[in-house]
């Protein structure tokens, strides 16, 4: 094969093994590498690139966790099968693609907001009466940055707040989103594409009357999957079909044929298995909505709290035939009480949007879109994430560890190396909701995972990442001897 040469670059912010693997994965999708190649082993290349054996370590479990090369044991990393109906070098890639034909204008759209002060004293909160049972980590989140957030807008910009907000949401937020998912997702999007909502429900509630409005009235779910996202659009109305969840995502095979219909799907960190679509399953799935004229439906709750690696790209960014509609949200990289989520529409569904838009109301809260506004222009919530992973992989080890300690032959952890909770199967007699209660008396917080999803009734979700860091083996210590 072609040698692979890296122009390092350390100034760029980029870590040296993400480098590696950008360039690597675009030689894969210009096909300048073949399909069932070998690459170097991770020794040689490590030689040939002067870095350590670690660093080309990372960069190929990134790849192969995406599916753009597999290893086979005692032999070495391949390069994978991606032939599908789409011309690979047709995608667009971050290196010639320039983010929204329409210039970033942030002067435009948050011209009389001033720059934040770099330097500040952290907000303490005071000690209240704790009525939530829960034990928390104030320290998750940077309320004092926020604080000084929502201050400007009230002493500012008061007059803002004394008319409604845009039913799409507002201007000002949806730029940042816009800019924030191309960047740290690689999601294409204008900020007119974008609709805000007060969380995921309000976000389906729209999704649902534009896809009835379109004559799609069917709606494939995961199986397992969420099912207060099933619940809903039940009961908007839709034909539901179950779709089995496999190793490496849904079964594209088992979703309908012949008709136009909608499938939602977790394609980065499916709930709740942890599953990864890798990238030639999620091209076949792009090519089954283009064949069937239907729509994809991908939600990225989660995706940017992965603890190895860098996250898994979107879906979305894979689109060439506008088929995909992008959902996020805010509540578990900012704090749960805000209630802030969003959609990406395919063009087609955004004009439909704002044939409409003019029958709903906001209900999102307007001086909360605005000063997210600025905590995203300002870079908090970028550093905030960044945090968050860090300290996030911290707790997830310190808790898996305390498990093997404290009751290695009683709870199975599942780990799938991301998001805010741990799916853990307890052998005992005790049901999983007494479990459940007795967790709670000592501040911990899990749910039988019944609850969520609609299969393995003996399992419960471990909402491991509120606890305090030093308090998570103690408090493992003594649900273990409750639990005994």
């Not at 320290?139 to 907000?165: H, N, Q, T, V």
């Not at 179950?242 to 219909?261: K, R």
């Amino acid at each position: 094969m072609k040698p692979i040469i890296l122009d390092k670059n350390r100034d760029n912010g980029e870590f040296i093994y993400i480098q590696i693997y950008e360039a690597i994965k675009n030689e894969i999708v210009a096909k300048t590498i073949s399909e069932g190649e070998r690459l170097p082993s991770l020794r040689k290349l490590a030689k040939d690139l002067d870095l350590s054996v670690t660093t080309i370590e990372l960069a190929y479990k990134q790849l192969a966790i995406e599916g753009y090369i597999k290893s086979l044991p005692h032999s070495g990393y391949y390069v994978s099968h991606l032939k599908v109906a789409l011309d690979l070098e047709e995608l667009p890639s971050n290196k010639n693609h320039k983010l929204n034909p329409l210039p970033y204008n942030q002067a435009k759209v948050l011209r009389e907001f001033d720059r934040l002060p770099r330097k500040f004293e952290r907000a303490l909160l005071p000690g209240k009466q704790v009525i939530n049972p829960y034990i928390y980590d104030v320290e998750c989140f940077d309320f004092g940055k926020w604080k000084k957030c929502m201050a400007k807008i009230f002493s500012s910009y008061p007059d803002r707040l004394l008319y409604e907000s845009d039913p799409q949401g507002e201007a000002a937020l949806r730029e940042e989103i816009a800019h924030y998912v191309y960047n740290h997702r690689g999601v294409f999007a204008q900020p007119d594409e974008i609709v805000i909502g007060a969380g995921t429900q309000q976000i389906t509630s729209h999704l649902s009357r534009i896809l009835l409005k379109m004559n799609i009235n069917l709606v494939s779910l995961e199986e397992p999957g969420y099912l207060p996202v099933q619940r809903m659009f039940h009961d908007a109305g839709f034909q539901i079909k179950h779709i089995p969840v496999a190793e490496d995502g849904i079964e594209i095979a088992q979703l309908p044929a012949n008709i136009s219909s909608a499938v939602y799907v977790s394609p980065s960190n499916q709930f709740p298995t942890g599953s990864i679509m890798p990238v030639a399953r999620r091209f076949e799935l792009l090519e089954w909505a283009k064949r069937n004229h239907s729509f994809i439906i991908e939600d990225d709750y989660d995706s940017e709290l992965r603890y190895f690696g860098k996250p898994v790209p979107a879906l979305q960014g894979l689109d060439l035939n506008q088929s995909v509609v992008y959902l996020g949200s805010f509540s578990s990289t900012l704090f749960p009480a805000i209630k802030i989520a969003y959609m990406v529409m395919p063009k087609p569904m955004a004009e439909l949007f704002q044939s409409m838009k003019s029958e709903y109301t906001q209900t999102c809260s307007k001086s909360e879109q605005l000063a997210l506004a600025i905590f995203m222009r300002d870079g908090h919530y970028k550093v905030g994430i960044r945090k968050l992973r860090a300290l996030y992989a911290k707790k997830l080890e310190k808790t898996l560890d305390s498990f093997k300690k404290f009751c290695p032959d009683s709870v199975l952890p599942v780990d799938t190396k991301s998001g805010l909770s741990l799916i853990i199967r307890v052998k005992s007699n005790k049901k999983a909701p007494e479990l459940c209660q007795e967790a709670k008396s000592i501040g911990l917080q899990m749910i039988p995972i019944s609850q969520i999803t609609d299969q393995d009734t003996s399992a419960l979700s471990f909402y491991y990442s509120q606890l305090p860091l030093d308090n998570i083996e103690h408090l493992i210590k003594k649900l273990s001897e409750l639990w005994a």
